[in-house]
């Protein structure tokens, strides 16, 4: 049996990390937040759902990162589950480097792009990709994981994991294993397309609810917003295409559809407007508030650098124009700034519409 690590015990680590646990595997989670972590030795992880799924609490081990210094004199880690948020990707990655084993390796479960920096840490033979898709998850107290729908199942894959060179491999197939405790979970020779697909879809919305205030629902019911959304999109897969990716399937739609929907392309914005208000007015479509808007209200730092500012870094050198992505960017971190308070007209009067 492998020993595991869940660096970051998030919404995301909790919810993986809490169903590896709860079927017997050895897991040690590692947190910076005390309450998290007083929460979890007192009470265990708990993990409720809303629907369909009966809540469960399962007892784990964890640590506050201060303590990590203990797994010196215990035997070393086998797979390192880094699921911190973006910008804190290279300090846990080096705190967890020195109790590898020697074979062990890295995974970057987390929303951005970030195996380049584990890479540049551990190594890039030491380093895995894994998605999590349209998992609507959030940490809803300290201990407690909550995912705003039920299981996906057969019906939507939600975990992808993958080798940054492609190929198929045991180690590939362990994180599937692992993940797919939680939920469906499939092995994928497309890691990078992968994770540029899920970050068009956290660029279409993770910021605009931060800025707005709004959850997702209202969002894709706003026609300005809704269509302003599309362009971040549209913005987003012209660079990832430009930059050699395979795209994959984004909100149940071919990339280039939402591209053209962005671009105003009359056939394309229909068919995509049909979908995400169908979307939206399905029972409890959208009604989460994503990652970014969650942070946002605790008052935590976004990851706006690292998801629409990251795509309007990439373009530049393309000289791919991203005036959408950059204007989210700015505003978004003003709100965090506290300079703007959030509220939809930074959207709906931005000249850009």
């Known amino acids: 049996m492998p020993r595991i690590a869940i660096i970051g015990v998030g919404a995301v680590g909790a919810y993986a990390g809490a169903h590896?646990?709860?079927?017997?595997?050895?897991?040690?989670?590692?947190?910076?937040?005390?309450?998290?972590?007083?929460?979890?030795?007192?009470?265990?992880?708990?993990?409720?759902?809303l629907k369909d799924v009966a809540e469960f609490s399962t007892k784990v081990r964890a640590l506050h990162i201060t303590e990590l210094q203990h797994l010196s004199k215990e035997a070393p880690i086998d797979i390192a589950f880094v699921c911190v948020k973006s910008y804190d990707t290279a300090w846990a990655t080096a705190m967890i480097r020195q109790y590898l084993a020697p074979a062990g390796?890295?995974?970057?479960?987390?929303?951005?792009?970030?195996?380049?920096?584990?890479?540049a840490i551990v190594g890039w033979g030491r380093v895995l990709g894994c998605i999590a898709s349209s998992i609507t998850v959030d940490l809803f107290e300290p201990g407690h994981v909550r995912r705003a729908a039920g299981?996906?199942?057969?019906?939507?894959?939600?975990?992808?994991?993958?080798?940054?060179h492609g190929r198929i491999t045991d180690r590939t197939r362990e994180v599937v294993r692992l993940v797919g405790l939680a939920d469906s979970a499939k092995p994928t020779e497309n890691i990078w397309g992968e994770r540029w697909s899920k970050l068009v879809i956290n660029a279409m919305g993770n910021g605009l609810s931060a800025c707005t205030g709004l959850?997702?629902?209202?969002?894709?019911?706003?026609?300005?917003?809704?269509?302003?959304?599309?362009?971040?999109g549209s913005?987003?897969?012209?660079?990832?295409?430009?930059l050699g990716y395979k795209l994959e399937e984004i909100f149940?739609?071919?990339?280039?559809?939402?591209?053209?929907?962005?671009?105003?392309?009359?056939?394309a914005t229909r068919e995509f407007d049909a979908h995400r208000l169908e979307e939206a007015r399905r029972p409890g479509g959208g009604a989460h508030r994503p990652s970014m808007g969650q942070d946002m209200v605790k008052g935590r730092r976004t990851e706006i650098e690292f998801l629409n500012?990251?795509?309007?870094?990439?373009?530049?050198?393309?000289?791919?124009?991203?005036?959408a992505n950059a204007a989210l960017t700015s505003i978004v971190k003003r709100v965090e700034k506290g300079e703007l308070a959030p509220d939809p007209r930074h959207i709906l009067e931005l000249r850009l519409n």
């Not at 390796?105 to 890479?119: D, F, G, H, W």
């Not at 997702?216 to 959304?229: A, G």
């Open 20 to 49: 590896m646990a709860q079927a017997g595997e050895e897991v040690i989670f590692v947190d910076p937040w005390p309450e998290n972590v007083e929460a979890m030795r007192a009470n265990g992880l708990r993990v409720s759902h």
């Open 105 to 119: 390796y890295v995974v970057s479960l987390q929303n951005c792009i970030n195996e380049e920096t584990i890479a």
């Open 151 to 164: 299981k996906s199942g057969a019906s939507h894959t939600v975990f992808r994991a993958g080798e940054l």
């Open 215 to 232: 959850i997702s629902r209202d969002i894709m019911l706003n026609d300005t917003l809704r269509h302003f959304s599309t362009r971040l």
């Open 235 to 242: 913005e987003a897969i012209r660079v990832g295409q430009a």
């Open 252 to 267: 149940h739609m071919k990339p280039e559809l939402i591209a053209r929907a962005g671009e105003n392309d009359m056939d």
């Open 309 to 323: 500012g990251f795509i309007v870094d990439k373009s530049e050198p393309l000289g791919i124009a991203t005036p």
